[in-house]
């Protein structure tokens, strides 16, 4: 099974992925997690790469879209995947059905996580006010709006986009945790 999981920032993305990976054996693919390690080098590309993510900005498609693909291997696919975080803008996503189509294979599903906008501003909320006070409120808010921008503005049409090819399929991500794999590995199992 072949999955990509769609949702703003917050939606719980990751740690719905790792469930419904576990759940069906599959492999899951963080592109969040990817650059994270990348922007730990002290190099050009680290220190770049760093900047984009602080900025709550997005990784150029060339890029992104070399590294993931890169990454799904013929073992990969045999297996099957939950990609996490990737694509995040129409090229990414035009792409990756470039590539599959390559390899005789196709998207089984895309999850959507929806999740109301106001909702995912008390999440952070209340992640940033049970960190100690590490975190400004002020500066973690500002670039949770950003990388919310950056979702309407570049992430968003992909829902119309794989909508139209027929394998889109919303979830509530509002409810409990465990309600929402619950939801989702129904949708999985149709
Ligand atoms: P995430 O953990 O998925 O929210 O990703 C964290 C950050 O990594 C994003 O804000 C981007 O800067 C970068 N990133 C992750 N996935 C992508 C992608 N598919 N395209 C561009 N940038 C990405």
Redesign the pocket.
């Known amino acids: 099974m072949k999955v990509v999981f769609l949702g703003p920032?917050g939606a719980g993305k990751?740690t719905q992925a790792k469930q419904i990976s576990h759940h069906f054996n599959l492999l899951a693919i963080?592109?969040?997690d990817i650059?994270r390690s990348v922007s730990e080098a002290k190099d050009d590309l680290g220190i770049k790469v760093k900047t984009?993510?602080a900025r709550?900005?997005?990784?150029h498609d060339t890029l992104?879209v070399d590294l993931i693909l890169s990454k799904l291997n013929a073992s990969v696919l045999h297996q099957g995947f939950i990609l996490?975080?990737?694509?995040?803008?129409v090229p990414?996503a035009q792409s990756l059905q470039f590539f599959l189509e390559e390899q005789s294979t196709a998207l089984d599903a895309v999850i959507n996580i929806k999740v109301d906008h106001s909702i995912l501003f008390k999440r952070i909320e209340t992640r940033v006010s049970q960190s100690n006070g590490k975190t400004r409120v002020d500066d973690t808010a500002e670039i949770l709006k950003s990388?919310i921008d950056v979702y309407n503005n570049e992430t968003q049409p992909l829902v119309s986009f794989y909508k139209d090819l027929g394998i889109l399929h919303d979830i509530d991500g509002m409810k409990t945790i465990e309600d929402v794999t619950r939801d989702i590995v129904a949708v999985l199992s149709k």
């Open positions: 920032p990751g963080s592109t969040g650059f984009l993510m709550g900005e997005l990784i992104v996490d975080g990737f694509p995040r803008t990414q990388r």
